[in-house]
């Protein structure tokens, strides 16, 4: 079955420590993963695709087939980064965004 | 600016009473889709449509309806809403090409009494 798992509902931390939200994912094939971030009471914003190996606002993921995982990860929190982060998986022939439960991150100053 | 744009933001109503959100994208995407968040259960898509009139069901569609009779428009019908439907929906669009993300709107909220 197709599956993302975020198994942390809260990840808190203080200003300057590293962040990691963990994703794993279940899927047969070559998966297209993304991080999309929702601040409060906004929308979902994209944050970055595991195809790009881009980073942005500082925020970084892997793809780790031997894994299944797609972490993201920053080196330092800011408070601005508190917020509801989802990892997501594109599937059925890119007509279905699978959605993990979401990872809330609170950076405390 | 490209935009997805979802009315109402917040609509408090009661069981029974047939209500639609509608949903408008202006960069000429094929691609819609209708999703629902819920606490501790993350995004799950209702329904998605590839093209003006193709569409069909998501994980969760019990309830719902939906109609893509223009491109840019991707209305959802709730012909007799029930609190369980109570939730925070969100549209998105994305254009039919691999790789590419998908563009949310702000988000409806709904409450069912």
């Known amino acids: 079955a197709q599956r993302v798992t975020q198994p942390e509902k809260l990840l808190s931390v203080f200003k300057g420590a590293p962040v990691e939200l963990k994703c794993n994912y279940s899927y047969s094939g070559s998966p297209e993963l993304f991080w999309y971030v929702q601040y409060s009471r906004q929308r979902l914003q994209l944050l970055l695709r595991h195809i790009s190996r881009e980073s942005i606002k500082g925020f970084t993921a892997d793809l780790n087939k031997g894994e299944t995982s797609f972490h993201l990860k920053k080196p330092f929190a800011q408070e601005e980064d508190s917020a509801m982060y989802y990892c997501?998986?594109?599937?059925?022939?890119?007509?279905?965004?699978?959605f993990g439960a979401g990872t809330r991150l609170a950076v405390h100053p | 600016e490209a935009q997805v744009t979802q009315n109402p933001r917040y609509l408090i109503t009661v069981t029974g009473k047939k209500l639609t959100v509608t949903c408008s994208q202006n960069m000429n995407h094929e691609y819609m889709s209708w999703y629902r968040q819920d606490p501790g259960l993350g995004l799950r898509q209702i329904y998605y449509s590839m093209n003006v009139e193709v569409t069909d069901k998501g994980d969760v569609p019990e309830g719902y309806k939906v109609s893509r009779k223009e491109k840019r428009n991707f209305p959802l019908i709730l012909e007799s809403p029930s609190p369980n439907q109570t939730s925070l929906y969100f549209c998105a669009s994305r254009a039919d090409s691999k790789n590419q993300p998908q563009h949310f709107g702000d988000g409806t909220r709904l409450s069912i009494l």
């Open positions: 997501a998986l594109l599937s059925g022939g890119y007509n279905k965004l699978i």
